[in-house]
């Protein structure tokens, strides 16, 4: 079946410029993740939503970084006013209902380069 | 919170040799540690976990150990192919039945030299 799915792939901005980045998890899936990934850095969690549960911001590394997840399904991580330290690649996760096994399947990213 | 260091940032190994890449935790309520593979390009991709009531576990090349005393596990890959070059991640969670938040090590990248 279709995996997790992101997209633009890569995103070229100006400092200042705002941007959205929009992911599309398996369906059915009730969690899903963001994490940013610099350059031969790990995985940078930012947020977590589970079901109609708040979602976990506490990864979120200023308040110009937001995240929505509409009717449970697509999610879209919005940063306000880029830097240049925000280029980095922007990673989308979902698990799976019933959490015994957390594994998270993850989509291809997208990278972003703020000029 | 939990911390995940991991070792070696890079690793080379010849072709069919072994490699081991290690890990160290903080939390010792985390009781659930997968490993993910990263290849070129992709995002990253379970290749294994372990959970704290077992020591061992292995799925044909790959094995992975853990120690709760000390807090550390491992990944280790035998027979090594091409195929193998990736960048290997640890991560540790508390799984209470729900979707936990994982935190990741640095990773590891892997080169297998034919």
């Known amino acids: 079946g279709a995996g997790v799915s992101q997209s633009p792939s890569n995103k070229v901005t100006e400092k200042g410029k705002d941007v959205e980045l929009r992911c599309d998890p398996i369906?059915?899936?009730?969690?899903l993740y963001w994490y940013r990934q610099s350059l031969g850095q790990g995985l940078e969690f930012l947020i977590y939503?589970?079901?109609?549960?708040?979602?976990?911001k506490s990864g979120l590394p200023s308040d110009r970084f937001s995240a929505e997840r509409t009717g449970g399904s697509v999610s879209t991580l919005t940063i306000q006013r880029t830097q240049q330290e925000d280029s980095a690649v922007y990673l989308c996760a979902s698990s799976p209902r019933g959490g015994k096994n957390n594994e998270q399947f993850f989509g291809p990213g997208t990278r972003l380069t703020v000029l | 919170g939990e911390n995940v260091e991991q070792h070696p940032s890079t690793l080379s190994v010849q072709e069919g040799d072994s490699a081991v890449i290690k890990c160290t935790y903080s939390d010792s309520a985390s009781n659930y540690f997968p490993w993910y593979k990263q290849e070129l390009g992709k995002g990253p991709q379970l290749i294994i976990d372990i959970r704290s009531n077992v020591g061992e576990k292995k799925d044909q090349r790959i094995a992975v150990t853990l120690n709760k005393t000390a807090k550390h596990f491992s990944l280790h890959i035998t027979e090594t192919q091409p195929e193998d070059s990736a960048v290997y991640f640890c991560a540790a969670s508390i799984d209470s039945g729900g979707n936990e938040k994982l935190t990741f090590g640095t990773g590891t990248r892997l080169t297998i030299i034919p």
């Open positions: 939503f589970q079901g109609n549960s708040a979602p976990d």
């Open positions: 369906s059915g899936h009730t969690a």
